[in-house]
């Protein structure tokens, strides 16, 4: 309650900052209501929100010749993906430097968690069916969510389409083939339908293969006369299914609800790092993995101004590993893990007065991890969130804050469990229009997060430790925003800049404790991140059937380890880390046709913490380009897309040792119908 | 040091001296004159490709962090776990690569690269290093010792050894191998001492000496010395001697967490320290059998964790290795006093075995 009474008297502080003209004038209907779904278009919720918040539509996404979420992903600016290369190699996505534990992957509303890693693989999931994808950083302006999506430093969402249906049509889908080079063959297959007036269902599947054995210039040695050889990626084959239903249903004017049955199965090859002189090296190791959830949503609006929402959800996941060229004495290594998760979530939302709403949310989580180990301590974790949260929306102030409480219990059915723990996140963000007829927008926030040790951190033999603390993230950013809207030829203009400073305290390392086979998990780390990011927008209608999509982002980034003076990489820029990198897409429209160029461009990165030139790796420019034609049917809209990617053919590593698949090309074709 | 013993550690080290020259069939091989140049072999970290051979020019003063790559317009590999000099050559095992660089002494030119592969054409992950009579041994975690013939340049032959062969020495027609075990921590590591026989090139026994052990090298008396790295847990790490003759492995009081060790001389200088425990450099006297410091640096430089320990058996100066296991390690050179020469710094990932270049 206290906490509630500081967030409105700092509101009211906020209020009684602003001119008074602003708290006095009435708003207009389309943005009046705190909390009220209105269709805005996506840019303009980028321009007013109050932290950075970048928006990609399924139409942006298909002008970005992304396959994987990944791929879509890396236009976004301050994003760091650490991608192995190919299909099935890992791809994990960091925020401005702070690490990919700090960025939470939700799935239409529910975050998906991996207590064992910590980490989700964003490559997993495929770009089919998908609506929007949003990175928030700090939070998002929309407080009437689950208390459990305030917890992360930044948040990757991944909105999928729910079923529209026009006219007196009752069933309405789409079925697309695709294929492409190195074996790539992917259909799917999605099916709308509208069960009653109030009641519609989804059904769609997806099938990926992919052999992935690309070939790739292995260079012995960084320097330019160094001897080469010309090898083919091995053990990189991919096999993936995704299987998914979702029923939605309007129960009356007041109250809706959802509910989603998720299924994936994969089965890859682990292609290692490109050994020197054993390019055979891991050639046997694979990965198998499972995930199955069930995860369902009801609102209910009691009046104008009280509404509820509850979610829950239960997941299962498996993942085998296996390495059967391993030199100990069985010959092999076998791993296999199972993690489970219950989720429960209830949250209200309560808008007092015009400009001014309130939010409270709890949440409970329970996780467990189950290993073939022999004596593995099978650990749970019982997470209860708590957050309660303010807005105040007016014509020209918009202003968020929010306080998250987090408690942890740990427990473990062999031996010793973790500390509990309990931790406070606060959060504030304002944004401001000085000008009245201008759509400039002045922003900051401030947020205090962390991400809890996760269950490799502190259970994994010999290198576990119970005792760690949470990481401690903070962020500081300042930005302006910019619409524009002149007309002819230029439709529509959004730019956005933003200073940030971010600090990771307690950063959880692993720290050798006296030989290479002995490593231990300690909180030592400490990163100072300084940077900027800059995106601009625009939409041009060259003719009267020619639209020109075009937009470039930048990013600026000095992520500085300030561990220990002593050490030999104080000061230094994190390894795998740009301190320039960009990306940059057009796309020309004209009538059915249309023709897409996507860039994504880093500048040099050290493979290691220590900056010498040893371990500098060069830059990379990706480009790639689309053309898309569609055809109206008697069956439905007819699209056929070609795509040729990584022009350049040259084989940039991301990460050190794991060459990205040169040129290659895909063929999609597909019915909307 | 009196002049009585140092009379006799003359007579040793040139007993020492004509007992290396046994190895004659070697060709080229000589008393070496004055060093031109430090190399220090850096492992690199696994899965990186970035095993280095540095070169410090002692006369101009300037090192060449990639001396091996820019000589041979190739990397070492991946994990260069052990390099020794023999004769006019140097050979370097590299673990994940599956190769056994030969290199030549005085110019560092590759002039063989021979394959460590399995019948399954993966690594056979090769370890440590050691030469008799134009063989050079290796030690390999497919629980091989491989001899290689230092005039062919080939493999000609191989023995079955223990889990995991760390540590090799070669003394009075006897290889002695550790076998750790290290693969196989999960189900229990190897507690043995492998003898083959040099000869007949087969295993002779296997010796009990203690969970995991590591490093193993000989003193002059025949006496064979190892340290044994324990489990990390209850069975804790020890120094153990085997006296020649003796099929026992007794331990020796007074050296906690004993690491990588070198003698030279019939000194053992043994690397001592674990989490939490500052790292030392124990002398141990071999013929008097008995710790001579607890501590070899004498000027108080401190080292948060000594990787390895490397001898100039000319001079008697001492290289000892530092590394945090991520980013690269430094090199401090000491002379005979324990006194710091000179430190180079960043000189490569987990800096390892350091020779004189002549």
Partial sequence: MRFLIQSVCLLALIACIAPADVAAQSVSDTIGLPEVVVTERFSDREIRSTAPHHILTADQIGQLNALQLSDAVKHLPGVTIRDYGGIGGLKTISVRSLGAHHTAVSYNGIPLADQQTGQIDIGRFSLDNVERLTLHNGEDDRIFRPARTFAAASALEITTAAPRFTGNSRVNGKATLRGGSFGLINPSLLLNGKL????????????????????????????????????????????????????????????????????????????????????????????????????????????????????????????????????????????????????????????????????ASADLISATLHANRKGFVTPTRLTSHTVVAAKWVSERLLATASLLHTQTFESAENGMAGTNRRRLSPYLSASY??????????????????RLPTFNDLYYPQVGVRNLLPEDAQQFNIGLTLGRSPGTPLKQLTLTADLFHNRVDNKIVAYPTGNLHQWAMINVGRVIINGADLSLESVTSLTEKMMLHAGVNYSWQSALDRTDPQQVNYGHQLPYTPRHSGSAHAALEFRELQFAYALI?????????????????????????????????????????????????????????YPMPGRSYRITLSIHY | MNKNRLFYYMILLAGLLLWSCDDNDNPGEEIPSEGKALLILNEGSMGGNNATLARYDLQAEVIDKTYFNSVNEKGLGDVANDMIQYGSKIYIAVNMSGTIEVLESATGRSIRQIAMKTT??????????????????????????????????????SVTVGMDPEGIAIRDNKIYVANSGGLNWDNGYDNTLSVIDLTTFSEEKKIEVGTNPNAVQADSQGDIYLSVTGNYGDEPAAFKVIRSGSSTAETIAGIGSPQKFVISNNRAYIISGAYQEPYRLVVYDCLEEKIITDNFISDGTGIAIMYNVSVDPLTGDLFVTSTDYVHPGDLYWFDQSGKLKKQLSAVGINPSVVLVQN
Avoid: C
């Avoid at chain 1, 759509?439 to 900051?444: C, V």
């Fill in chain 1, 433 to 450: 229009k000085p000008l009245q007829g201008r759509d400039l927008r002045l922003r900051a926030f401030y947020k205090k997060s962390f």
């Fill in chain 1, 196 to 359: 009653s007036e109030r009641v519609s269902a989804t059904l769609s599947g997806e099938w990926m293969s992919s052999r992935g054995d690309y070939p790739y210039l292995l260079r012995y040695g960084p320097s330019a006369g160094d001897s080469t050889s010309m090898e083919r990626r091995i053990n990189g084959d991919v096999n993936k299914g995704r299987l998914e239903s979702s029923l939605h249903a309007r129960f009356s004017d007041h109250s809706r609800g959802d509910l989603r049955l998720y299924y994936y199965h994969s089965e890859r090859g682990l292609p290692g790092a490109t050994i020197y002189y054993n390019t055979l090296h891991d050639s046997g190791q694979r990965l198998w993995d499972r995930s199955f959830f069930l995860q369902g949503h009801f609102e209910h609006a009691f009046s104008r101004r009280w509404e509820l929402q509850a979610h829950g959800k239960y997941q299962r996941t498996y993942l085998r590993y296996l390495d059967p060229s391993y030199l100990g004495a069985e010959g092999m290594i076998e791993d296999i893990f199972t993690q489970q998760e219950r989720y429960g979530s209830l949250s209200a939302l309560y808008r007092a007065f015009n400009n001014l709403s309130f939010s």
């Fill in chain 1, 601 to 657: 461009w880093s500048g040099a990165r050290f493979s290691n913490g220590y900056n010498d030139a040893e371990y500098r790796m060069k830059g990379y420019a990706d480009h790639s380009l689309s053309l898309q034609k569609s055809f109206s049917t008697r069956r439905g809209t007819l699209t056929l897309i070609g795509e040729a990617l990584n022009l350049a053919g040259r084989n940039y590593e991301i990460v050190r040792n």
């Fill in chain 2, 120 to 157: 399954g054409d993966q690594s056979k992950e090769p370890r440590r290093l050691a030469a008799y009579g134009g063989k050079v041994y290796v030690t390999s975690f497919d629980d091989t010792v491989t001899r290689i013939d230092t005039l062919l340049l080939t493999i000609d032959g």
